[in-house]
């Protein structure tokens, strides 16, 4: 995408819309980014600005994973035994 070309997006009935694959690789965007829409006026005429936002760091997702391994069972039963045994100190 150099610019030269406009990208027609459709909103849904959620006012949602998909961007193509090649405007979020130009724009460095994956899922779960955020994005800003900054209105703005360009030789008088109003129009709209996209600016990827940085994101915060989550250092804390996934960090459960190792205690995860090997466990097969994520039944509501499962979890909450898990959970006594953790209060029990049985874990």
């Given at each position: 995408?150099d610019?030269?070309?406009?990208?027609?997006?459709?909103?849904?009935?959620?006012?949602?819309?998909?961007?193509?694959?090649?405007?979020?690789?130009?724009?460095?965007?994956?899922?779960?980014?955020?994005?800003?829409?900054?209105?703005?006026?360009?030789?008088?005429?109003?129009?709209w600005?996209l600016?990827?936002?940085?994101?915060r760091?989550?250092?804390?997702?996934?960090?459960?994973?190792?205690?995860?391994?090997?466990?097969?069972?994520?039944?509501?039963?499962?979890?909450?035994?898990?959970?006594?045994?953790?209060?029990?100190g049985?874990?």
């Open positions: 995408m610019g030269s070309c406009m990208t027609l997006l459709t909103l849904t009935s959620k006012r949602q819309a998909t961007f193509p694959k090649a405007t979020c690789q130009t724009l460095g965007l994956k899922p779960g980014d955020v994005i800003a829409l900054e209105p703005r006026t360009e030789a008088g005429e109003k129009v600005v600016r990827p936002q940085p994101t760091p989550r250092p804390w997702l996934g960090c459960l994973g190792a205690r995860a391994k090997n466990v097969s069972d994520h039944s509501l039963a499962a979890v909450r035994a898990s959970i006594a045994a953790g209060r029990s049985r874990a």
